[in-house]
């Protein structure tokens, strides 16, 4: 059973440039999450994909944007990329209805490591 | 002020010693919370979830105070494998939405 896989594990980029970081759910989960993880920051929420549909939105700007396929895998990408954009990019799958409520089903993959230059 | 806030630590203990950690927040619309334990350049891994009559696991204990907006971790007996930043998360729907993290406490436990 795979857990949540995420491509590439690090990627480098210069300023302004466009970025696209992708991730697979764990079997069986059909919402995405992607977060930010700034240095020495917890991860920071910035969006949610559920039905090929953002549900939910963070605070972060237009410039970072979405898609999740039929599938239920989801592509995060950022335009104009910014100095302050380098940080780890973490996605996270989860199951809309768990019967389980009391319990975080969210899982992470190992994520995406982005340098902006 | 962020939502989540947690000790700022680092912690450095000695093998054996009890340690703990606190969070709050500022949500009062929070319904789930938990812990999540996060090693070096890996990603986060729910290590156990909270509830309002505390629960253990194992050497973790933890508790909720609903009315202070209080989470707390106690981790009894560290082993050097306990060596991670302790990130305390909340969330206000059980079933969907986000998760709002603090920004963890770093715990080294040394020989």
Known sequence: DAGVTQSPTHLIKTRGQQVTLRCSPKSGHDTVSWYQQALGQGPQFIFQYYEEEERQRGNFPDRFSGHQFPNYSSELNVNALLLGDSALYLCASSLRIDRAASKDTQYFGPGTRLTVL | ?111
Do not use: H
């Open chain 2, 1 to 111: 002020r962020k939502e989540v806030e947690q000790d700022p630590g680092p912690f450095n203990v000695p093998e054996g010693a009890t340690v703990a950690f606190n969070c709050t927040y500022s949500n009062s619309a929070s319904q789930s919370f938990f812990w999540y334990r996060q090693d070096c350049r890996k990603e986060p891994k729910l290590l156990m979830s909270v509830y309002s009559s505390g629960n253990e696991d194992g050497r973790f204990t933890a508790q909720l105070n609903r009315a202070s907006q209080y989470i707390s971790l106690l981790i009894r007996d560290s082993k050097l494998s306990d060596s991670a930043t302790y990130l305390c998360v909340v969330k206000e729907n059980t079933n969907a939405g986000k998760s709002t993290f603090g920004d963890g406490t770093t715990l080294t436990v040394k020989p």
